[in-house]
């Protein structure tokens, strides 16, 4: 059983930066893809970004791209979600999560077999 425990959310200026982390246990860290995902209040949770397994493949959301970056290291069991020019819209419980799958079909939350609990990011006006 894997655990995923996210942290670096915070409160942020808009236009301001921040990263989360998410440190994975309990399994083969290097065989997941794994993804991060945003919930506001009152609406879906939505996939923003996702990575393979090795770390060569990444895929963006439109909402997201160009201001976001994924990244990993398998050596320490993290993935990286690096935000930049952030906006007020970017408020929302930021979470990981993890498929066993490939990648290449692990596109929405139903794929991800693994969650961690979130973590809050508010950006204000």
């Known amino acids: 059983q894997v655990q995923l425990v996210e942290s670096g959310g915070a409160w942020v200026q808009a236009g301001g930066s921040l990263r989360l982390s998410c440190v994975a246990s309990?399994?083969?860290?290097?065989?997941?893809?794994m993804g991060w995902f945003r919930q506001a209040p009152g609406k879906d949770r939505e996939l923003l970004a996702r990575?393979?397994?090795?770390?060569?493949?990444?895929y963006y959301e439109d909402v997201v791209k160009g201001r976001f970056a994924i990244s990993r290291d398998n050596a320490q069991s993290t993935v990286y979600l690096e935000m930049n020019s952030l906006k007020p819209e970017d408020t929302a419980v930021y979470y990981c999560?993890?498929?066993?799958?490939?990648?290449?079909?692990?596109?929405?939350?139903?794929?991800?077999?693994?969650w961690g609990q979130g973590t809050q990011v508010t950006v204000s006006s």
């Open positions: 999560a993890a498929a066993q799958g490939s990648i290449l079909v692990a596109l929405d939350e139903e794929d991800y077999e693994f």
């Open positions: 309990g399994g083969a860290f290097d065989q997941l893809s």
């Open positions: 990575i393979s397994w090795s770390g060569s493949g990444t």
